[in-house]
């Protein structure tokens, strides 16, 4: 028996279901493998392993025939292509990396899968991580499955279209200036990048290594929490800033009112800040409009709202696009045609080869990027650039920890605008980074942060509210956007066609 | 301040990237365009103040771990160098370095 509904079940319904065997992990795996052919023309997959995939699946099918029972066990999902993948080729998102197998897989996906998760396949996302619409992939671009001549986001752009195009329940992404929170907000899908440190970062492909962090994107809250709870906890031997703090149980607060307040009010003495800085002229009408009345939905749950300020929210800009730039010509200097990755094909010697595969290997905005590293990393512009940098960072982690004082989470907008026109800014590279204002502060400070489905603006465009928190805070994050969703129905809704 | 395109040439070099004089001409005008929105880090006032290169500085009050220099991993040459552009005898083939 067939089940043709199996791509409309969120985390939760599917392990349900696999588990009291009205469908099989197989059974899910084949339908959601099917499905993501069918729309390969949303470019939201890089690679596929059917054969690996249904061995994954007939194993998990094994475990439950054995007995065993788990909130992820037999549950399909698909991994960004930064994740390496010892049964997929891992691309990142580059020519420079076409082709290439790594020998082992990442840390987070080697998790989910002992947790019995089944790997679909790899998702397209911008070159290395570096871009917010998924047009500087190697592989052609992903579309938002909304309105399909519009960027998806990114750099977790093809993330994104696997969950709100139904290609998957769930998918990892990596946020390392907003390439969670940004799609997720343009495709009406849920993401959470935790603390800085929560997730190992062995075996994603370096960008910013101060900045990367994995996290989860899913259809609401609670089947992020599912996922997160799984992926995050110390790799201590592996990743040199793994934070040492145990896992956690992120479901553990999801439907349980605040403490001392009553179920119909559940988030009662919660203040949420709203930085002055969130809200200005630089935020589109319809952006405005749906992240407005959802805080009033939050305060009808019973949260109090705060005025707050972060001063330096439009310094995030420059800082960031300094310091992840400088930690990404560094990272990527291993990709010298030896090792692995491209080599030109002729070359007079060494420094030639060097030159011609990195320029042939590399995309535009790659390169870019390690110029700008190259430049504000040498002799003369070190202090000016890459240090006065850093110093402002410790000045906006601080603005954080000052606004804390006030308030328990922050909220505001994911992005100033819902997705733009494929096309439209491919060519203003500026224009790209200051998109990324609202997401860059709390990856400089190391925060944890979500997007979570507001409504939609005035193209029936999605809109995410971004939550923030501070340390170790993403059980209360998690917990507060599932009250939002128990309230409202944006995280349900699907683009039409889907 | 403003680059010019001797300083693309020698951030190119620096980089080890090959860029034919109309690329680096378009590197040239981005890379100003960005360092325009970089002067307004100029005013702010960072007297006294601690560089944060990493942010597990602040969450965890922690230096960065390092651990102990032993060898950790089994011996996986041929699984590393499966993805290698040229390899003889389990060794990586560059371009001769010394003539």
Known sequence: MSRSDLHEMGVAELAAAIADKSTSAVEAAQHLLARARAHASLGAYLAFNEEATLAQARAADARIAAGERGPLLGVPLAHKDIFVTRDFPTTAGSKMLEGYRSPFDATVVAKLAEAGTVTLGKLNCDEFAMGGSNENSAYGVARNPWDTARVPGGSSGGSAVAVAARLAPAVTGTDTGGSIRQPASFCNVTGIKPTYGRCSRYGMVAFASSLDQAGPMARSAADCAALLSVMAGPDIDRDSTSLDHPAEDYTRLLGQPREGARAERPLQGLRIGLPREFFGAGVAADVQGPVRAALAELEKLGATLVDISLPRTELAIPVYYIIAPAEASSNLSRYDGVKFGHRAAQYDDLIDMYKKSRSEGFGPEVQRRIMIGTYVLSHGYYDAYYLKAQQIRRLIAQDFQQAFTQCDLIAGPAAPTVAWKIGDKSDDPVANYLADIFTLPASLAGLPGMSVPAGFGDSGLPVGLQLIGNYFQEAALLQTAHAFQQATDWHTKSPEGF | ?99
Do not use: C, W, Y
């Open chain 2, 1 to 99: 301040m403003s680059l010019r395109s001797s300083d693309i040439d020698r951030i190119a070099h620096l980089a080890r990237l090959q860029m034919p004089p109309a690329q680096a001409e378009r590197m040239r005008t981005q890379l100003n365009d960005f360092f325009d929105i970089v002067e307004q880090m100029k005013a702010v006032d960072t007297t006294g103040v601690e560089p944060l290169a990493h942010p597990t500085a602040v969450i965890d009050h922690v230096a960065l771990r390092l651990r102990p220099d032993v060898a950790s991993e089994p011996n996986q040459r041929e699984a590393n160098q499966q993805s290698a552009p040229a390899v003889e005898h389990g060794l990586f083939l560059v371009p001769r370095v010394i003539e």
